[in-house]
């Protein structure tokens, strides 16, 4: 593993265990070379996945993309960082088991969006606001009232 502080080719293994919700093996490290130390994570991959993007742009699934998309929307919200990462794992599971190996865009942020309206409404209203490209107040009015109107009805069908 390369070092990234000075980019040394070698590093020890110091410490290994599995991380919270049991999906990826957590490794701290020490640079042989400068002996600073750092953290990786080891996750099983089912397949490789390309996103389909607008314009028939392709470029390979990045994890680490989608868990700062999500984060960014729920930033200052009482939602515990495992429970965002189990979103996360959980959609990448479900990309991986699909049996696809391209996979659309608008498909990844439609299963964003599912799993943010189970977590906090304000950061489901915050990911459909870029994704769905809202450019007006009135974008965010109608969108709002239409989450309010679903929270009613569960709370009223319940």
Aim: net charge neutral; hydrophobic share 35%; proline share 2%.
């Amino acid at each position: 593993m390369r070092c990234p502080f000075c980019g040394h080719e070698d590093s020890q293994v110091k410490d290994s265990r599995p991380t919270e919700d049991a999906g990826a093996i957590r490794r701290r490290r020490q640079c042989e070379g400068c002996a600073a130390r750092f953290t990786t994570f080891e996750r099983i991959q089912l397949r490789e996945l390309t996103v389909l993007k607008s314009e028939d742009k392709r470029e390979a699934f990045d994890r680490e993309k989608l868990l700062r998309s999500v984060s960014i929307a729920a930033r200052k919200r009482p939602i515990d960082a495992v429970r965002l990462e189990k979103l996360v794992s959980g959609i990448q599971r479900q990309l991986e088991t699909q049996g696809e190996s391209e996979v659309r865009s608008g498909k990844i942020g439609e299963m964003v969006m599912e799993g943010l309206k189970g977590l906090d409404s304000v950061a489901y209203i915050r990911f459909a606001s870029v994704y769905k490209d809202f450019t007006e107040a009135k974008d965010f009015e109608e969108f709002a009232g239409n989450v309010n109107e679903v929270g009613h009805k569960e709370v009223g069908g319940g």
